[in-house]
């Protein structure tokens, strides 16, 4: 008995000391089931044999509802169910998505490892669930963060190069526009294979550096040209790994518009100082013709006086002289932009040049071959005179550039509407769509430099050795007068092209010019003089007391406003200075015509300023004389105004 005893005794203890190591083991694995990250499942060909804490607090179930329960479709959103059954179908091991549904309807991202094991000689799968959520979202925020970088890079630059220690990885944009390659072609080399020699020292040290910024880059595209572009390195990913990125600009497009900017800049500065030149030119001339307009008319009378060979030969060098001053004053004029108010008619230019031609052959070098082409009708509206002076000027520079070689020297003359982007560098008047006449002339001579392209139309420069300088700036402003352009075409050794466009006139063709009559005398009248230059004033006195006109004079503006205002019999005509301080002859002509005055006026002036004649009141006034003038042109003009002055 006392040996069974014994036995129940040891039987018990061991029955305990084994209930004690389950009760452990059962402990650990609670432990570990409920520490775990992921939860876990065992299941065969879909039947749950265990599930763990984890995977039941992810999904909001109990274990028994779990265990007796259809956990594929309780737990997996219905599109993933296929993918899963086919992952079971196939024995997969390894990693996937599914989304994740808890007992409550929320959905989440979860990751599932599927493996094969064996429980008590068993064959069974082991699923791992891990609630990825998290890292989803983060990744998904890094795929949008690298999607606006892409999109930003490619907005911002042309091309954006991904590599990673110097080797390219990845390349967006218009890699075939930039370097005649495509993305396929570049990736996988150095980027140093497509930079110019001479770039790449900086490029490796920069990169060698891990340096960040931007940096000059010439690279070489596939047909081998240089091709200058700036590129904006900077730390970045691509698909989770860090790259370097570099975004690239091609600047020949920004080197070509700097150049542009440059040379609009130069253009500016020419005509700006062309411009400051007219202006200096003019007054110059103003203030001159005063002076001359003195000394040709007292030589006149000195002339008239003469009772000796001797006084009648020193008074002809006198007015010689003076005429000579006086045509050099208007080539300064002409450069100023003068305008001739009382010469303004339709004029075909093409048989403007035909009429010159006999002239043109008597001028021009002997080895000269002077070639015509004129289209007809091609008619501008201003003074044929002056416009005769810019051909004849442009067909003796275009002889004199062809030296003692011999050449050719064409001329062209036609209507045109359209016009290229040339005329953007001409000189004078803007150009666009319109109706214009060009005149070409074009010779084979000696051609100029850009220098001195750029100098031939300022006053007195000029690569003759005998030339004044004031022929082709007197070109210009003739032709600005009538509102049109120059453009000069030359290179050295190549020849010149001088282009001129007039605005067409709507006019109809001239007739053939013929003497100009003159207007019949009529007898001596009285003459108000208005002038603030005293040696003007006192000219024209005994010019016209000689004459048997009576002459009354004013100083100013307001002291001819009130000898006027005295009644109609203080003059018959009026003489009208147009600089004038105070009040200029424009204003002294406007307030006349508003108290009613009809009184004949014809206007003198030594340089009229264009913005002073646009204040001329139209059809107002009945002469203009061009300081200097003569007597003759004085008599004619105060005689023609008393014809044409309207009835009072």
């Not at 200096?280 to 001159?288: E, R, T, Y």
């Not at 015509?372 to 501008?380: C, D």
């Not at 442009?394 to 509407?417: F, I, Y």
């Not at 000219?539 to 503006?557: C, I, K, N, W």
Request: proline residues 4%.
């Amino acid at each position: 008995m006392g040996g069974r005893a014994e036995t129940r005794s040891a039987l018990a203890a061991l029955l305990a000391e084994i209930g004690d190591e389950q009760l452990r083991l059962r402990e650990r694995t609670e432990l570990l089931s409920a520490a775990s990250f992921e939860g876990l499942l065992v299941h065969v060909d879909g039947k749950i044999v265990e599930v763990n804490d984890r995977l039941c607090e992810m999904h909001g179930y109990e274990r028994h509802e779990l265990l007796s329960g259809d956990i594929l479709r309780m737990c997996v959103a219905p599109e993933d169910v296929p993918g899963v059954l086919a992952h079971m179908r196939d024995g997969f091991q390894g990693e996937y998505l599914v989304t994740g549904v808890r007992k409550d309807g929320s959905r989440f991202r979860s990751e599932v490892l599927s493996k094969q094991g064996r429980l008590g000689g068993r064959p069974v799968r082991i699923g791992a669930i891990r609630d990825v959520t998290e890292r989803e979202r983060t990744n998904a925020m890094l795929r949008e963060s690298e999607a606006r970088f892409r999109e930003l890079a490619e907005a911002a630059f042309d091309m954006t190069i991904f590599s990673r220690e110097g080797v390219i990885i990845d390349v967006r944009g218009a890699s075939d526009r930039v370097l005649g390659r495509s993305a396929a072609e570049l990736i996988g080399h150095n980027v140093f294979d497509f930079m110019a020699p001479s770039a790449v020292p900086a490029a490796r040290q920069m990169v060698s550096e891990n340096r960040l910024g931007f940096i000059d880059v010439t690279a070489i595209d596939a047909a081998g040209n240089l091709v200058p572009t700036l590129a904006l390195v900077v730390s970045g990913t691509l698909n989770g790994q860090p790259v370097r990125v570099a975004g690239v600009r091609d600047m020949r497009g920004a080197q070509r518009l700097e150049a542009e900017r440059r040379q609009l800049e130069q253009q500016v500065q020419r005509s700006q100082r062309l411009d400051s030149l007219g202006v200096l030119a003019g007054g110059i001339a103003h203030d001159f013709n005063n002076l001359l307009a003195g000394v040709l008319g007292n030589a006149e009378l000195m002339l008239e006086r003469a009772r000796t060979t001797t006084d009648r030969e020193l008074a002809n060098a006198i007015i010689t002289a003076a005429q000579r001053a006086a045509a050099l004053t208007r080539q300064m004029l002409a450069y100023a932009g003068q305008r001739d108010l009382g010469r303004r008619e339709p004029v075909d230019v093409g048989q403007l040049v035909r009429e010159l031609r006999a002239l043109l052959d008597a001028t021009l070098s002997k080895k000269a071959r002077l070639d015509l082409f004129v289209e007809e009708a091609s008619l501008v509206t201003g003074d044929p005179v002056t416009l005769s002076q810019v051909v004849m000027n442009l067909l003796t520079n275009a002889s004199d550039a062809l030296g003692e070689q011999p050449g050719q020297v064409t001329v062209r003359v036609k209507r045109v509407g359209a016009v290229d982007s040339r005329w953007d560098q001409a000189q004078g008047a803007i150009v666009g769509p319109g109706r214009w006449v060009l005149v070409e002339v074009e010779d084979t001579g000696a051609g100029m430099d850009e220098t001195t392209r750029g100098r031939v139309f300022e006053p007195f420069f000029s690569t003759k050795v005998r030339g004044h300088g004031l022929g082709l700036a007197a070109c210009l402003g003739i032709v600005r007068a009538h509102g049109g352009a120059v453009l000069v075409e030359s290179e050295l050794g190549h020849g010149s092209r001088f282009s001129i466009l007039l605005p067409e006139s709507d006019g109809e063709a001239p007739a053939t010019r013929g003497a100009v009559s003159h207007p019949v005398s009529t007898s001596p009248c009285r003459v108000l003089v208005v002038d603030d230059e005293p040696i003007v004033r006192s000219q024209l006195r005994r010019s016209l007391e000689l004459r048997g006109y009576t002459v009354v004079e004013a100083a100013d503006g307001r002291a001819a406003l009130a000898l006027l205002a005295a009644g109609p019999g203080v003059a018959d005509v009026v003489i009208l200075d147009m600089t004038m301080p105070d009040l200029d002859g424009a204003e002294v002509l406007h307030r006349l015509r508003a108290a009613g005055s009809r009184v004949p006026v014809v206007i003198s002036s030594g340089y009229l300023d264009v913005a002073v004649e646009r204040r001329l009141p139209r059809g107002e006034f009945q002469g203009f004389l061009a300081k200097p003038y003569g007597a003759t042109e004085l008599v004619n003009a105060i005689e023609r105004a008393r014809v044409t002055a309207p009835a009072t």
